[in-house]
């Protein structure tokens, strides 16, 4: 399943960076039934929502203008 490739393959992918700016992934897989799931590190915060709407962060558009 093409799906499924795409979503191992993103998986192995994040678990293999470091940086100091971006989560940790702690495991990944799929459960019984066949759900997929991805756990990553918890940082405590905000969300990127709350953080726009105070202005902390600068809003970019990504993708075709």
Known sequence: DLKLQRFMNEARIL???RHPNTVSLIDFGHLDGGRLFIA???????DLAGLLA????EQITIGKT
């Not at 105070?54 to 962060?57: C, D, I, L, M, S």
């Open 40 to 46: 990553m590190e918890y940082l405590h915060g905000g």
């Open 54 to 57: 105070k202005g902390r962060v």
């Open 15 to 17: 678990g293999e960076l």
